[in-house]
Each structure stands twice: as C-alpha cells, then as structure tokens.
C-alpha cells in the first residue's frame, strides 16, 4: 500500500463516493481507498469513518463486516476521522433504537427534544435538522484557516452528549445548543458533513490530513 494512504471505512451505509472524492480533492497526490478490508484499515496512515443512516442499522452492519475491532484500532493508533454517524458510533450509546455503541468515547448520543424545537419567531423546528449552520468553535489544528462561525451543512436527528465537556471542540444550535464536534488525542469527529459543506469543508478535510497528533 502506498505510503499516506487514506483508508475510508465501506461498511455499507453512506455516501462514500462523496467523501472519497472529497478527500482527494485536498490528499495532494496521496491514495484514498475505499475499504472493507480490516487488514486495508490496519495499514492505512490515517483513517476516515463516514456513515449515514440509522445507529442499530450501522452498527449491525459494522458487525456484520467484521470491522468493528478495525475501527477501534484505527482509533487507538493512528490520526481518526469520523462524520456524522461515524461520530456517534463512537460514543457509549444511543437513544435511536436504544444500543450501544463502540464505546471509544464516553458518553451518549440523543435525539432533539420535541419541546425545545421552536425557532427565535416561535415557529415550529424541523426534525430532522437539515441544512447549514454556524458554528463555534474551539481551539483544535482541524479549524485552521476556517472562520470563527463558519457555516457547515448538517443532516441528523440525533447528536452527542459528551460526559467530558472538555471533548468538545464544535457547537451548533438547533432549537438546543448541542456538540457538533469532539476531539481527543488522534481522534477527531464531526456532526455535519464536512464533504458537503463547499470550502470550509474542503479546508476542514484538508487540516485533517495536515495533522499531526
């Protein structure tokens, strides 16, 4: 395998083609593979875990494909970045069809409270939160060179809750403030989609790759 490769985890669920392509748009000449191949993921330089879809269905399928001890070692050893519900597997649990997930990260994933969704002019929110949205960011090499407030786009009904606040690293708001990004040691993740969120996006996967963790 090339030297810098990027391995992006196929486990079935999600747009793959978008965040692939994505990625080698700012990989500078480095491979970007798609794989279901643990032994591909174990070689990799850096590691991508994009999903789209619900939590039991995306972790069955994980299961089913004999990644899920490939994703915890990604996660352990090398730079990791995960999207969406790539996020939230990473986490401890979730209320969406009430499982576990991989635990690397401690902490829950929940849904947007029906009783909180009421916009600043008392219209009724939307679940699921769909579209583009600041926001605020703290401290990580991942924002260089993206302004404070930048809008990225977002799709999901459900997101993270933390148990250590310090994790954070994005906020956002949709009828609640919620994390929309964490970071710990070599990993990063995200709650919107940094493949379709134009340049900030594209600068967002490009600092990913710069980084050294």
Known sequence: MPAGTIAVIDYGMGNLRSVSK??????????????????VVAAAERVVFPGQGAMPDCMAELDARGLRQAVIDAAASKPFLGICIGEQML????????????????????????????????????????????????????WSGIAQNARFYFVHSYFVVPDDGALE??????????????????????????????RDGLQLLANFLAWRP
């Open 91 to 142: 986490f401890e649990h979730s209320e969406e069809g009430d499982v576990p997930g991989l635990g690397i990260l401690a902490g829950q994933v929940r849904r947007f409270p029906d009783a909180a969704m009421v916009a600043a002019d008392g219209s009724r929110l939307k679940v699921p939160h769909m579209g583009w949205n600041e926001v605020e960011q703290a401290p990580h090499p991942v």
């Open 22 to 39: 994505a990625l080698e748009h700012v990989a500078d000449g480095r491979s970007v593979v798609v794989t279901a191949d643990p032994a």
């Open 169 to 198: 690293i994005g906020r956002a708001r949709y009828g609640v403030p919620f994390t929309c990004a964490v970071a710990r040691d070599n990993i990063v993740a995200v709650q919107f989609h940094p493949e379709k969120s134009a």
